[in-house]
T-cell receptor, first 114, second 115 residues
């Protein structure tokens, strides 16, 4: 059973640019969530996708957007990058959108905005 | 909105000593509670979770946690620390509602294990 894989592992972008992060969910998982973890802090919920539909969003601006594909893999897109977007971006998958199951997390993409 | 507070951003323990990490939550409904561990430059790994039933939950690597509704707490313990336990630990509560099935995390507690 493969886990959650994310790509790339590290990325450096310039302020104002756009970035796409990718996530392959664990086999059999139809729910994907994205989290932003700033240095020294706990992860913050960005949004969740369930069966290709966004079904929840945290307190992030619209320049953070996403997609989920028929194979349940997912992308996180961030437009007009700001310095404060520098963080570890974590993808997590679950076999259900119910809250009691928990998530399997990937190792993350470290984004640095300069 | 639910919230999680982890007391102590850093904890230092001697190898073989008790590990105790504190977590308090706020919730207006019965919570689902989780502990995750994060090793350097890695993602989060689930240690244990409480959903329903027995309030003492056993997890991986010898960790356990007890759900105390009256104290709104879910403290994590391990009787004897090992060098490999050095990592950051996050308590989280699951919230299902308009914002989707999201986890709300505490700020984390970094554990240092001294030989």
């Amino acid at each position: 059973e493969t886990g959650v894989t994310q790509s790339p592992t590290h990325l450096i972008k310039t302020r104002g640019q756009q970035v796409t992060l990718r996530c392959s969910s664990q086999s059999g998982h139809n729910t994907v969530s994205w989290y932003q973890q700033a240095l020294g802090q706990g992860p913050q919920f960005i949004f969740q996708y369930y069966r290709e539909e966004e079904n929840g969003r945290g307190n992030f601006p619209p320049r953070f957007s996403g997609l989920q594909f028929p194979n349940y893999s997912s992308e996180l897109n961030v437009n007009a990058l700001e310095l404060d977007d520098s963080a570890l971006y974590l993808c997590a998958s679950s076999p259900t959108d119910r809250p009691n199951y928990g998530y399997t997390f990937g190792s993350g993409t470290r984004l640095t905005v300069v | 909105a639910q919230s999680v507070t982890q007391l102590g951003s850093h904890v230092s323990v001697s190898e073989g000593a008790l590990v105790l990490l504190r977590c308090n939550y706020s919730s207006s409904v019965p919570p689902y509670l989780f502990w995750y561990v994060q090793y350097p430059n890695q993602g989060l790994q689930l240690l244990l979770k409480y959903t329903t039933g027995a309030t003492l939950v056993k997890g991986i690597n010898g960790f356990e946690a007890e759900f105390k509704k009256s104290e709104t707490s879910f403290h994590l313990t391990k009787p004897s620390a090992h060098m490999s336990d050095a990592a950051e630990y996050f308590c989280a509560v699951s919230e299902f509602g308009a914002a989707g099935n999201k986890l709300t995390f505490g700020g984390g507690t970094r554990v240092l294990v001294k030989p």
